[in-house]
T-cell receptor, first 113, second 113 residues
């Protein structure tokens, strides 16, 4: 595997479910990011981790809970989501938060019913 | 309030002609700009960037122009090819590098053979 991978690619969940999104980067980067892309909206930054430490939480509701056990793995735990949370969730990584070139995974298409 | 604006949601161009994608920004503190390209079912991939100390950066068929006084940048693709059909995102960042990338909504380019 190379680059940034995300699983699952598609997820349908009910509002009472608990699920997790997984991201893994094989680039030796130190920073990882979660973005949300909703229809007709810009990419919205959710969380930033640098060397496993969270450095940015962009006013994300607590029903989204990130976890970064090491510099290569990033999770987004989902709990009691709302239908408006349906979106494409993208993970990205970069050498550091000061490095501008972020490498994106293919995303997880989430549908909340 | 959107700090990075891509006012054209879509653009159609004939193969072989020039594609011009536009981007405006409102934050005068931005001093590094990037273009990302996104195919369906894939994450965005970095295409080209420009620092505010330059007004042009060229890489093969892709050229980015920056007009700081107008807070405007554009991406030129010459000649356009059907494989260029994708969504193009403009992004901007402050030179401190520790602030997140701010993305526009994207412009969908269709290159017609």
């Amino acid at each position: 595997e190379t680059g940034v991978t995300q699983t699952p690619r598609h997820l349908v969940m009910g509002m009472t479910n608990k699920k997790s999104l997984k991201c893994e980067q094989h680039l030796g980067h130190n920073a990882m990011y979660w973005y949300k892309q909703s229809a007709k909206k810009p990419l919205e930054l959710m969380f930033v981790y640098n060397f496993k430490e969270q450095t940015e939480n962009n006013s994300v509701p607590s029903r989204f809970s990130p976890e970064c056990p090491n510099s290569s793995h990033l999770f987004l735990h989902l709990h009691t989501l709302q239908p408006e949370d349906s979106a494409l969730y993208l993970c990205a990584s970069s050498q550091g938060t000061g490095n501008y070139e972020q490498y994106f995974g293919p995303g997880t298409r989430l549908t909340v019913t | 309030d959107q700090q990075v604006k891509q006012n054209s949601p879509s653009l159609s161009v004939q193969e072989g002609r020039i594609s011009i994608l536009n981007c405006d920004y409102t934050n005068s503190m931005f001093d590094y700009f990037l273009w990302y390209k996104k195919y369906p079912a894939e994450g965005p991939t970095f295409l080209i960037s420009i620092s505010s100390i330059k007004d042009k950066n060229e890489d093969g068929r892709f050229t980015v122009f920056l007009n700081k006084s107008a807070k405007h940048l554009s991406l030129h693709i010459v000649p356009s090819q059907p494989g260029d059909s994708a969504v193009y995102f403009c992004a901007a960042i402050r030179n401190s590098g520790n602030t997140p990338l701010v993305f526009g909504k994207g412009t969908r380019l269709s290159v017609i053979a």
